[in-house]
Structure formats: structure tokens, C-alpha cells
């Protein structure tokens, strides 16, 4: 492996599972395969998760680890090509780029949407600036429009806390007070889709009117827009809120009636609770819910460390 940014660079889903749980249960089995190696971070955005998790996967593979906050403790980086640089930027990012391979073996880089230019956000500029400039392996940390790290987490948890062979799994968008991005709801959107021929999941999607996804993430799902008929028999509740694509970046509603409370739980299979976090209670999800033994979401996040690790270690593997 040599690029990690889509469900596309993950092969078999069973097979990640396997090798993620054996991970799980042996972190440090595969200490020496970093050895004298450095992972670069390069955050353009805010990290709790990310951040800490993919640095102990690191450390669990012995590989060294540099964190650069983009924006805030460096220069602001320039993209577009041929310009004269007389404003905020600092160097662009064809320098740049090249450095930081120079002082690295593997690197990850999170860059959210902007959600002004959606050509642009869906075109994945700066990941694939990161890409086209240096010739060392990539993981997307959440690009404009993906969090493939996330997804996989997402996978492992459901796989371990599933108690029906085809669990039944509804993302639900739920509201929240600013403008965020589809790369949650599309990167799940698309590991589900997977996972619906390769595990044998029931997955259903539940939002309000305006909040269709790009048809490369919509295209063959089922969308069921009345949330408690959705709901009915869930086995796994993932909300997320996000901004609309279709009117770009905006926000189309703020409908109180669409967070998950007890009521909601109550008309799904005893089901599950997920959120990637970071969540903001009683907007998207009620306290007794986030607080009940229900909700998974320290366990999800517990798998972040082993979906990153699974993914440096494939990368080591090949390098
Ligand atoms: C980000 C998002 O929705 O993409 C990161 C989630 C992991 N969330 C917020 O900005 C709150
Ligand atoms: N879920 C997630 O990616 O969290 P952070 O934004 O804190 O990394």
C-alpha cells in the first residue's frame, strides 16, 4: 500500500478486520517494522483523535512521529499555480511538499472543505498536492471530502459489537449550529457500501430534504427521509451532521426534531449508538443517550488507533 485516502486503498474488508483485531490484541507485535522510520502530521485543521491515535499506532510500530500544525505554526501555504505571491501565503506548497518528504518516510495530511468552492473541495486539492509533489506514501487524516480512517474505526466497532448476522445501519443526519463537512457522512457512506456486499450490512441513510450527498457516495443507497420510520428495527444509530451539497456548504436546517433522543433509540432494535466525534450534546444527541450504555463512541474512538495501525503497518509492509 502506498496511498490510504478511499475505500479503495483498503482490499478486502474482512481482512482488515482480522488483521486490525489482531493488532488490537497485539499492538506491539510488529515493533520493529518502524524502526528508524518518521511519520509526518500535517494538520491544516483541529485534531483530538486523529492526532493521539495515529500517534500511538506509531509508537506501537516503532516508527518515530513529527506533528506540523499547518496554518497555525507555519507559513500559510499557497496552492494555485503561476500567482504572484504578494498576499497571506507564505511559500507554496511546491516547495513545501517536497521538504517535508525530505524529512519523512510516510506522511499524513488533513485538509478540510472550505465549503466556498465545492469544484475545488471535491477535487481534493491539497491531498492531492501532497501527492503530486512528492513521491513518499500519503494517508488522508480527512481530506475535503473523505475520512477513510474514520470509516475503517467505524467498521472494526460495528463488527465487534454486531449481535445479528446482517445488523441493520442507519446514518442519520442530525442538526448542529455551523456549516460542516460531507467527508464523514460520504466516507462512511462508501465503507458502508462495501460493507453491505462484504459483511452483509442493511444500510440506510435518513436526512432532511437539500441534504443528498454527491452521487459518487449516493448513487445506490437507500434513503428513507422520514427519520422514524428509518429508525424502526436499527441495529447501529451513526449521526453526523453536515452541510448541504447541493446548495453548497449551506446550512438548511437547524430542525430540533431530528436529534437523537430515547424516544428515537427506543424505535430501533436496542440499538447501538455511534458519533465520530467530536459531538456537541443535546444538538446532535440528547445526554441520557451519549451517557447510556447504548452509545459506543469511546469504543469507536479506542479503534482509531487500530484502523491507523493496520494502515501504517500495510504501508510498511510494502515499502
Ligand atoms: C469535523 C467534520 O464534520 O468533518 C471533523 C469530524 C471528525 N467536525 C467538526 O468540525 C465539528
Ligand atoms: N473523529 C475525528 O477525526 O476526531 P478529531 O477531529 O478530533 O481528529
Known amino acids: 500500500m502506498k496511498y490510504f485516502t478511499s475505500v479503495n486503498d483498503i482490499g478486502n474488508l474482512q481482512q482488515a478486520f482480522i488483521e486490525a483485531k489482531s493488532l488490537k490484541n497485539n499492538p506491539f507485535a510488529f515493533e520493529h517494522l518502524g524502526k528508524k522510520k518518521m511519520l509526518g502530521l500535517v494538520f491544516f485543521n483541529p485534531s483530538l483523535r486523529t492526532r493521539m491515535s495515529t500517534q500511538k499506532a506509531a509508537f506501537h510500530l516503532g516508527l518515530d512521529c513529527m506533528i506540523l500544525n499547518a496554518f497555525n505554526d507555519s507559513w500559510t501555504i499557497?496552492?494555485?499555480?503561476?500567482?504572484?505571491?504578494?498576499g497571506k501565503a507564505g511559500e507554496h506548497i511546491k516547495e513545501a511538499v517536497p521538504v517535508i518528504a525530505e524529512y519523512c518516510d510516510i506522511i499524513g495530511i488533513r485538509a478540510f472543505a472550505n465549503l466556498q468552492d465545492r469544484d475545488e473541495d471535491y477535487n481534493e486539492i491539497l491531498l492531492n498536492s501532497f501527492k503530486k509533489y512528492c513521491d513518499i506514501p500519503i494517508i488522508s487524516l480527512e481530506s475535503s471530502i473523505r475520512h477513510p480512517l474514520q470509516s475503517f474505526a467505524d467498521i472494526i466497532t460495528i463488527e465487534e459489537q454486531k449481535v445479528v448476522?446482517?445488523?441493520k445501519i442507519v446514518l442519520t443526519w442530525a442538526p448542529h449550529p455551523k456549516a460542516l463537512p460531507q467527508a464523514v457522512p460520504n466516507s462512511f457512506t462508501e465503507w458502508m457500501k462495501k460493507a453491505s456486499v462484504e459483511l452483509d450490512y442493511e444500510f440506510i441513510i435518513t436526512h432532511p430534504k437539500g441534504y443528498d450527498l454527491a452521487d459518487e457516495f449516493y448513487s445506490n443507497c437507500t434513503i428513507?427521509?422520514?427519520?422514524?420510520?428509518?429508525?424502526?428495527?436499527?441495529?447501529?444509530v451513526y449521526a453526523k451532521n453536515w452541510?448541504?451539497?447541493?446548495?453548497?456548504?449551506?446550512?438548511?436546517?437547524?430542525?430540533?426534531?431530528?436529534?437523537?433522543?430515547?424516544?428515537?433509540?427506543?424505535?430501533?432494535?436496542?440499538?447501538?449508538?455511534m458519533h465520530c466525534l467530536p459531538v456537541r450534546r443535546n444538538m446532535i444527541v440528547t445526554d441520557d443517550v451519549l451517557d447510556s450504555s447504548?452509545?459506543?463512541v469511546i469504543q469507536q474512538?479506542?479503534?482509531?488507533?487500530?484502523?491507523?495501525?493496520?494502515?501504517?503497518?500495510?504501508?510498511l509492509e510494502s515499502m
Open 243 to 273: 452541510s448541504s451539497y447541493t446548495e453548497y456548504g449551506q446550512i438548511l436546517s437547524k430542525d430540533t426534531a431530528w436529534k437523537i433522543n430515547t424516544h428515537k433509540m427506543a424505535l430501533t432494535n436496542n440499538a447501538k449508538f
Open 78 to 86: 499557497e496552492t494555485k499555480d503561476g500567482i504572484i505571491m504578494d
Open 224 to 236: 428513507i427521509h422520514n427519520q422514524d420510520e428509518a429508525l424502526e428495527g436499527a441495529d447501529f
Open 165 to 167: 448476522n446482517k445488523p
Open 301 to 315: 474512538a479506542k479503534n482509531r488507533i487500530y484502523s491507523a495501525q493496520t494502515v501504517l503497518k500495510r504501508i
Open 294 to 296: 447504548q452509545s459506543i
